[in-house]
């Protein structure tokens, strides 16, 4: 990782990417490798430069585009560091409910109903990308705020890349998930994908969300990506959105 591809590659056919863009791969594969932590400082700009034999400016238009990615994060006099879920502008990237009036997302409280190992259902395990009958941890758990439920999440994890994963182990965390999954099982989701639908709650949410069965619930299904686009989460939420909305910023 000490210089950027030739326009050849290794396998002979011409690569055509502007070099700021290998720079970049070239990053992508240090954090995907685990060369810098979540959290922690990478080299400098010059450092950079320096070890792949490129311009200053060539590396640092590779670093804006991963900061504007949320992949890194610059701090004023301190340097460049790799962003984590755990950073008060990050941890609410992928929530996105906001109560009715505005205001930044609050935190909401968490009550874990269910944690356990099963063989991936098929619709799962093609989602994840898992052999037929691979096992996957389960998860469900409510989020809530002034004691009343808002959000019931069904969420499945690859159990080979989650062992020791417990319910009272996500329940004794302070941070988001997202942060425990970084910091205790080296899983960063880096980019996901939603599919949002309007429905009808049935008996069993309900019952959970406090709400009339029938009641009209926003269905958000996430698919979450680690690096090199490996899936590693299938998120299956039902939003009571009768004080809360769904906020998007589109650019």
Known sequence: ???????????????????????????????????????????????????????????????DELAAENLLVRRQGKGTFVATHSEQKIQYRFLRLQPEGGGEPVPMQRQFLDCRRIPAPADVARALALRAGEMAVEVRRTLSQNGRPIVLDDIWLPASLFKGLTAQRMGDYKGPLYGLFESEFGVRMIRA????????????????????AGSPLLSVERLSFTYGDKPVELRRGFYDTSTHHYRNELN
């Not at 990417?17 to 954090?31: H, V």
């Not at 639908?197 to 009339?212: I, M, N, T």
Request: proline share 7%; aromatic share 4%; hydrophobic share 40%.
């Open 1 to 63: 990782m000490n210089a950027p591809p030739d326009s050849a590659g290794d396998g002979g056919a011409p690569s055509f990417s502007p070099l700021y863009q290998q720079i970049k791969a070239l990053i992508m594969r240090g954090l995907q490798a685990g060369e810098w932590k979540p959290g922690e400082a990478i080299p400098s700009e010059l450092e950079l430069a320096a070890r792949f034999r490129v311009s200053q400016g060539t590396v640092r238009k590779a670093i």
């Open 193 to 212: 994908e939603e599919k949002i639908r309007a429905v009808a709650a049935d008996g069993e949410v309900a019952g959970v969300l406090g709400v009339d």
